[in-house]
Each structure stands twice: as structure tokens, then as C-alpha cells.
């Protein structure tokens, strides 16, 4: 599976470290998401990293996209924190 290839680029860890930073940040002020929020927006993520990338900025974000191991390590990060959920070892 190319997830394992991805996991050792620094953009792989960059956005599983980014999106963990949040996710202890929302639950320190108490938030919750649903299962079916996240388990969305880890498609999302996942098609993001499949959508090409040309290196330009997007016209409407005026931002550059991510790599697309920076997409698959929050899709990770977020698929982490479901299985956590599961096994009730988060609150």
C-alpha cells in the first residue's frame, strides 16, 4: 500500500503533526466532531490527494495546494483519532 511509502516524507508528517496539534487543541476547549464528520472529511482528504497538482496558487484560496502526502497525513491522523474514539481511549 503506498500509504507505508508516504509516511516518511516530511510532508506526510508535517500534516499528521498539524492536524494532531489541532485535534488536541479542539478537545483542551471541550469540542467534539462526529464520527461522520470525520470519517467525511478523511474522503475529502483523500481526494485532495489524488486531485493533480500543478503548483500554481488556486484561483479562489489565493493560496498554493499541498503536497499530496500532506493531505494523506491528515487523512491518517484523522483515521487515528476514529480507531482512538472506538476503543474509547479518547474522551
Same mark, same amino acid.
Given at each position: 500500500?503506498? &500509504?507505508?511509502?508516504?509516511? +516518511?516524507?516530511?510532508?506526510?508528517? #508535517? ?9 488536541? +487543541? ?6 467534539? %466532531?462526529?464520527?461522520?464528520?470525520? %470519517? ?7 481526494? !485532495? #490527494?489524488? #486531485?493533480?497538482? !500543478?503548483?500554481?496558487?488556486?484561483? %479562489? *484560496? $489565493? ?12 487523512? $491518517?491522523? *484523522?483515521?487515528?483519532?476514529?480507531? +482512538? ?5 479518547? &474522551?
Amino acid at each position: 500500500m503506498d &500509504e507505508m511509502l508516504c509516511q +516518511e516524507t516530511a510532508d506526510y508528517r #508535517a500534516g499528521f503533526a498539524a492536524l494532531l496539534r489541532l485535534h488536541a +487543541e479542539a478537545q483542551r476547549r471541550g469540542w467534539r %466532531v462526529t464520527e461522520r464528520f470525520l %470519517v467525511r472529511e478523511i474522503r475529502q482528504l483523500e481526494h !485532495s #490527494a489524488h #486531485a493533480p497538482t !500543478s503548483g500554481r496558487p488556486l484561483p %479562489v *484560496l $489565493d493560496r498554493p495546494l499541498y503536497a499530496p502526502d500532506w493531505y494523506r497525513g491528515r487523512a $491518517d491522523a *484523522l483515521r487515528q483519532i476514529v480507531r +482512538e474514539q472506538r476503543e474509547g481511549t479518547l &474522551e
